[in-house]
């Protein structure tokens, strides 16, 4: 059984003020607790997050982490830091990092084998444009960056987002059918790559919310969500998470 997961990223948005007054309200909601419920926060709200949520069953995860562990890199943070602060997940390959910041697979690829080397558990975000959608290239692009960004890994612990690019913040979500479609070919896909089909737990992502979480959750296959604009307010992530109700 592959228990259902709901991650917020919250982007680039809350100062570490922020953040605290938002985590003391959101630790305070009854939450299913047969859901994994994850924050992600900026690099600088996790100290004041991991403080807050030490006492709860909430995760932590980070939006991102270089695949060295120290070194001349300025401005990165490394897998050890993320660690030592208490981060379990880190986002791989998010597309706004893919895009806006050029993170090819190459580079993902060693950033999951950083995941690999210090046990930290990666939800590794793939997915299709518009214009790879509408000519029919989604399987394709897919498969390709699956091929390239699990290259040479043996993980055993792994979330794979499948977040269509066109539903992003863009308030349009693919319907639960075609997310399902794409996710059965995902699983397939990471079967023979590492032979966990079964195990890895992947979500989708793209424009979720309290009205709309249920339709997903509803098909069998889709393991939770990841949860951008929605995650940043207290009670529309926590209905987001109580999705059963
Ligand atoms: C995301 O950031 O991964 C995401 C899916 O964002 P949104 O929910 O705002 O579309």
């Not at 996710?183 to 397939?188: A, G, L, V, Y």
């Amino acid at each position: 059984m592959r228990r259902p997961l709901i991650a917020g990223n919250w982007k680039m948005n809350m100062t570490p003020d922020e953040a605290k007054v938002f985590i003391e309200d959101f630790k305070k909601q009854e939450l299913d607790s047969t859901v994994e419920v994850a924050v992600i926060p900026p690099f600088v709200d996790l100290g004041i997050v991991s403080r807050e949520i030490s006492d709860t069953e909430i995760k932590l995860g980070a939006q991102n982490m270089c695949w060295e562990d120290n070194g001349a890199y300025t401005g990165e943070i490394s897998p050890l830091m993320l660690k030592e602060i208490g981060v379990e997940y880190v986002i791989i390959g998010h597309s706004e990092r893919r895009g806006y910041f050029k993170e090819d697979d190459g580079m993902l690829n060693l950033k999951m084998k950083a995941c690999e080397r210090h046990g930290l558990k990666p939800i590794l975000c793939v997915g299709e444009t518009l214009e790879e959608r509408e000519m029919g290239l989604t399987l394709e692009k897919i498969g390709r960056e699956l091929d390239e960004d699990l290259k040479d890994l043996s993980l055993k612990e792994l979330v794979i987002a499948y977040e269509p690019i066109w539903a992003i913040g863009t308030g349009k979500n693919a319907s639960p059918d075609d997310a399902l479609y794409v996710i059965e070919f995902i699983r397939k896909k990471v079967d023979e790559l590492l032979k966990i089909g079964e195990m890895v737990r992947i979500l989708y992502g793209g424009s979720v919310k309290a009205d709309n979480i249920k339709g997903f959750m509803d098909r069998e296959g889709i393991d939770g969500a990841l949860v951008g604009g929605a995650s940043l307010k207290v009670n529309e992530f926590t209905r987001i998470v109580n999705f059963k109700e």
